[in-house]
């Protein structure tokens, strides 16, 4: 079914690099709709509008695009397996992207008779990446542990396609169905399942490598995944107290075990992006200790620190690390060398990212807690400019590759 | 990370205690201390690395990963290699003669990352293949030849 196989494990430049490009003009998207529709966002109620299509440009354009692609990179380097076509890859990207932006499209406009079309599109490509998925896995050698949390992963993007044409059913053909009930089950199932296993499994292989520290060990990553896919299951069937009880317990063991595999790194020097990965473990730990406690503030509040808190600080923090890591791979050459990794990390715009992506953070959690509109719009336009800046970063990077690097041993001036 | 050949982990220790000695020796000059003792142990620790770790990679494992059909990853570290002997050299003949000059604590630094990046991707894409295309046969072999040098 699948030729062309990857030559090796190591992916050309443009294919993850595609996503990652995606991922930063989707997040500009989300964070302008935002901002423009403020006093919608405080007070969300449950249908379509710009805060749906915000929602969905996070999660499918941002969080699940950046996590495609990363792990189509760094996957075949865990198990041992190359991608087994790149022309799949391709495709499921060009289907990715334009039906992430029908769908969200959709949905700002309030036309329910164009989300099936682009929910299809997304379907469809999800379906080739879990295809893609399922044959890495299938043949993966070593980090079984990793492996295990893609297995996980990958069942819960199934079950998450499933909710999600169930939901565009009800919303284009008035299907009858428990929506409210749907909806949760798909909340959780794209949230903590697909894309939260990802980062978790993930982590105990990415975090200490890019930290230089041992991976925290097997048996409490197994405990993890088992914690995490009770919660997950229990949350997806309705039993929101003892799933949130067990997903705190996931939490707290993985954030301990990743605090305490950072401690033992070899490098004293902790690289700056690692605040926004420590910050997106607290967002995750009080989201979690919100669903246990009855959601104290709202759901608002819930979902604020669960999609931008946990999922996206995390996702920036990791990418503002191995985007330089790979472009820095692929910027090698006989002739030029190897550049350095500081080289394309521009540290002051990196830094102003952060701050004002935690800015954006801050104001939109008291946006949710006091209602004001104000608050929101000033949260989407400090996330706003912390996107811009992000997108810059990446532009940055790939004109270093693409124009030639300083000499080596320079730091990047931005 | 766990590994399943001796060569493997043989290397690996060794990266361990390179990872230990230039991440001290890049917190000191980032600090701003020069401390002669650390500076001498790092040369000569990367003058053993050089000869030793970094011509046995390219001689008998380097070929081999890309008979493995991983010759891309192969070129990469061969290129690492590279440019960190070029800077190495040059560190270690400073330190030897001119301890003091500025461009000691630039090149330091500047190798410090080096190392930590090429290590990074030794553990990610070299070892763990390892294990997959040496046989028993083969790592008792390359860990007694390696032993011997």
């Known amino acids: 079914m699948f030729g062309n196989v990857a030559r090796s494990r190591l992916l050309p430049m443009s294919l993850p690099f595609r996503y990652f490009g995606a991922a930063a003009a989707f997040q500009l998207g989300a964070w302008a709709l935002l901002l423009f529709f403020p006093t919608e966002l405080v007070n969300f109620e449950i249908g379509l509008g710009p805060v749906f299509a915000a929602l969905h440009l996070l999660t499918l354009g941002v969080l699940a695009m950046s996590a495609i692609g990363a792990t189509l990179q760094l996957l075949p380097v865990a198990t041992r397996q190359p991608v087994s076509a790149l022309w799949a890859v391709r495709l499921q990207w060009w289907l990715f992207v334009p039906g992430t932006a029908l769908f969200a499209g959709a949905g700002a406009a309030y036309r329910p008779d164009l989300l099936g079309a682009g929910a299809m599109a997304v379907v469809l490509s999800l379906l080739l990446y879990g295809i893609l998925l399922f044959r890495n896995l299938l043949g993966a050698r070593g980090m079984r542990v990793v492996v295990a949390h893609g297995w996980a992963a990958l069942a819960c993007l199934v079950a998450l396609a499933a909710t999600g044409l169930a939901l565009v059913g009800r919303y284009e053909h008035g299907w009858a169905i428990d929506h409210q009930a749907l909806r949760a089950a798909h909340l959780v199932l794209a949230t903590f399942g697909f894309m939260g296993l990802l980062a978790i499994g993930l982590s105990g292989f990415l975090l200490p490598m890019l930290a230089v520290a041992p991976p925290p060990p097997q048996r409490v990553a197994y405990a993890v995944l088992g914690l995490a896919l009770a919660g997950i299951v229990m949350g997806s069937l309705g039993w929101t107290l003892p799933g949130a009880l067990a997903g705190l317990g996931a939490a707290l063991l993985h954030v301990g075990a990743m605090e305490r595999s950072l401690r033992a790194r070899l490098r004293p020097r902790l690289e700056p992006s690692f605040l926004l990965v420590r910050v997106s473990w607290a967002c995750l730990i009080a989201c979690l200790a919100l669903a246990a406690l009855g959601f104290p503030g709202g759901t608002l509040l819930f979902a604020l620190l669960l999609v931008p808190g946990w999922l996206l600080t995390f996702l920036l923090g990791v990418l503002a690390r191995i985007v330089p890591f790979l472009a820095s791979v692929h910027a090698s050459s006989s002739d030029r060398g190897t550049p350095i990794i500081a080289a394309l990390t521009p540290a002051r715009l990196l830094a102003a990212h952060r701050a004002l992506h935690l800015a954006a953070l801050a104001l939109l959690v008291a946006a949710a807690l006091t209602g004001q509109a104000v608050l929101a719009a000033a949260g989407a336009a400090c996330g706003l400019a912390s996107a811009t800046l992000f997108s810059a970063f990446f532009v940055f990077v790939l004109c270093k590759v693409r124009h030639g690097i300083q000499p080596p041993h320079q730091p990047a001036a931005a | ?149």
């Not at chain 2, 020069?34 to 494992?61: I, M, N, P, T, V």
């Not at chain 2, 081999?64 to 590279?82: N, P, S």
């Open chain 2, 1 to 149: 990370m766990e590994f399943n050949r001796h060569i493997s982990r043989r290397l690996h220790e060794e990266h361990v205690a390179t990872l230990a000695l230039w991440g001290r020796l890049e917190s000191a000059l980032a600090a701003g201390r020069h401390d002669a003792a650390l500076l001498k142990s790092a040369a000569a620790s990367l003058e053993r690395e050089l000869d030793r770790h970094f011509r046995f990679e390219e001689a008998e494992l380097f070929p081999r990963l890309a008979e493995a059909g991983e010759g891309d990853i192969g070129e990469l570290l061969r290129e690492e290699h590279e440019t960190i002997r070029a800077a190495g050299m040059r560190f270690i003949k400073l330190v030897s003669d001119e301890i003091t000059n500025p461009e000691v604590k630039r090149l330091g630094l500047e190798l410090a990352e080096r190392l930590v990046n090429h290590v990074q991707k030794e553990e990610m894409a070299l070892l763990p293949a390892l294990d997959d295309f040496i046989d028993e046969e083969t790592d008792h072999e390359l860990d007694s030849a390696y032993a011997a040098t």
